[in-house]
């Protein structure tokens, strides 16, 4: 992985919003739904940022449209790509709060700091 030191062409990422739980929650909600906002001046391949990043975690993804499916419902990583600004989901529904926080956290510095 490379890290920029600089923020020549940088991506400046915000966490909106980060919901976490120690275990399901009974009404059917997530227990860890994170939104971020990523402003830039041009656009990224968030694809390829992301999929470099998951293949270093112990997770199975599937590619779809804007994001990625994790394994056996186990959640999904959204993205909404603009011109200026790119708003980004991650839910998680399975494992355990120390897994899920490590995806999250490893997710939220490759869309900050991974190089495409």
């Known amino acids: 992985m490379t890290i ?11 966490v909106l ?3 976490e739980v120690e ?5 059917g909600g997530p227990p860890t739904d994170d939104r971020w906002l990523a402003v830039h ?3 990224y391949p968030w694809e390829e940022i992301f999929r470099v990043a ?14 990625f499916d994790f394994e056996d419902n186990g959640g999904d990583l959204r993205w ?3 011109r200026y600004w790119t708003t ?7 494992g355990s709060l120390l897994k899920r926080q490590l995806i999250a956290g490893t997710l939220l510095k490759a ?5 495409e």
């Open 23 to 27: 275990a399901p929650d009974p009404t």
């Open 54 to 67: 998951l293949e270093r975690l112990p997770v199975t993804t599937a590619p779809v449209a804007g994001g």
């Open 88 to 94: 980004i989901s991650l839910r998680l529904t399975s």
């Open 111 to 115: 869309a900050r700091y991974q190089l």
């Open 41 to 43: 001046f041009s656009s």
């Open 80 to 82: 909404t790509p603009g």
């Open 17 to 19: 919003r980060r919901h």
């Open 4 to 14: 920029r030191l600089f923020h020549k062409d940088a991506r400046w990422v915000w």
